[in-house]
């Protein structure tokens, strides 16, 4: 089992930037991918960006030039960092990391708002 615990999400001003932060509890050798979604009320789930098992990374449009996903591996930690925040983008950020070997496990999910 693994669990991913996230951090970082708050409420900031349109424009602004915050870095999300999601740490594995163990290390993982098989990852088929790990990335970030984001789920807005009354939307749908949605990939915002994700790495590979390749190291390959993957955006949304509506994030292309905004938002950096990066990692590092001594920590097992993902990070997501956001800039130029729009009020669209509020919503609850999810970490999520897949295996090879099948198995799917998301954190508990973090809150982010931008608002003036």
């Known amino acids: 089992q693994v669990q991913l615990v996230e951090s970082g999400g708050g409420l900031v001003q349109p424009g602004g930037s915050l870095r999300l932060s999601c740490a594995a509890s163990?290390?993982?050798?098989?990852?088929?991918?790990r990335g970030w979604y984001r789920q807005a009320p009354g939307k749908q789930r949605e990939l915002v960006a994700s790495?590979?098992?390749?190291?390959?990374?993957n955006y949304a449009d509506s994030v292309k030039g905004r938002f950096t996903i990066s990692r590092d591996n001594a920590k097992n930690t993902v990070y997501l960092q956001m800039n130029s925040l729009k009020p669209e983008d509020t919503a609850v950020y999810y970490c999520?990391?897949?295996?090879?070997?099948?198995?799917?496990?998301w954190g508990q999910g973090t809150q982010v708002t931008v608002s003036s």
């Open positions: 163990r290390n993982i050798f098989d990852i088929f991918a």
């Open positions: 790495f590979s098992g390749s190291g390959l990374t």
């Open positions: 999520n990391l897949r295996r090879v070997s099948g198995g799917d496990y």
